[in-house]
């Protein structure tokens, strides 16, 4: 596999959800995958957070993205309902070997980060020439 994801504490929080009737806590940082060619694509829905406040790291193979969306101001007010979560959001991403981890781009608009994986070079099919017997070379895919 070449993008793994993990959160050891997510199944967790929604089996505590379940039991304790909390719905109104979302998954905080929800995100889809996929690949586009020789890039995998990451992209992380984070309305309401500022882009000054998102932190990419990578360390071993492993991107952390951290957000903040600060608390509404409720001095003064009486919250009927307060469903929209703030604070500190994370998740970590393990990228696998065949991934570039060191040409990783970012984009946010529209409260979306999008974040562009190449694959590296090494791990790109090849093709490899043969020659046959009479000395002519012909190539086939790696």
């Known amino acids: 596999m070449m993008l793994m994801r993990t959160d050891p504490f997510r199944e967790f929080d ?3 959800q379940r039991l304790l009737g909390d719905t109104v806590r979302p998954g905080a ?7 586009e060619d020789d890039t995998f694509v990451v992209s992380f829905d984070l309305p309401g ?8 790291e990578i360390e071993r193979n492993v991107l952390t ?3 903040e969306r600060a608390a509404t101001a409720t ?8 469903e929209r979560p703030s604070g500190t959001f994370s998740r970590e991403l393990f990228l696998g070997e065949s991934l570039d981890g060191d040409n990783i781009t970012a984009d946010y608009a529209d409260g979306v980060l999008t974040l562009r994986v190449p694959v590296a070079e090494q791990a790109k099919p090849r093709k490899i020439s043969i020659s046959e017997g009479d000395g002519q070379a012909r190539e086939i895919n790696a």
């Open 29 to 35: 940082m929800p995100m889809d995958a996929y690949r």
């Open 75 to 82: 001095k003064g007010r009486e919250m009927v309902i307060a």
């Open 65 to 67: 993205v951290r957000a």
């Open 49 to 56: 957070v500022r882009a000054d406040s998102i932190d990419l």
């Open 14 to 16: 929604r089996i505590t």
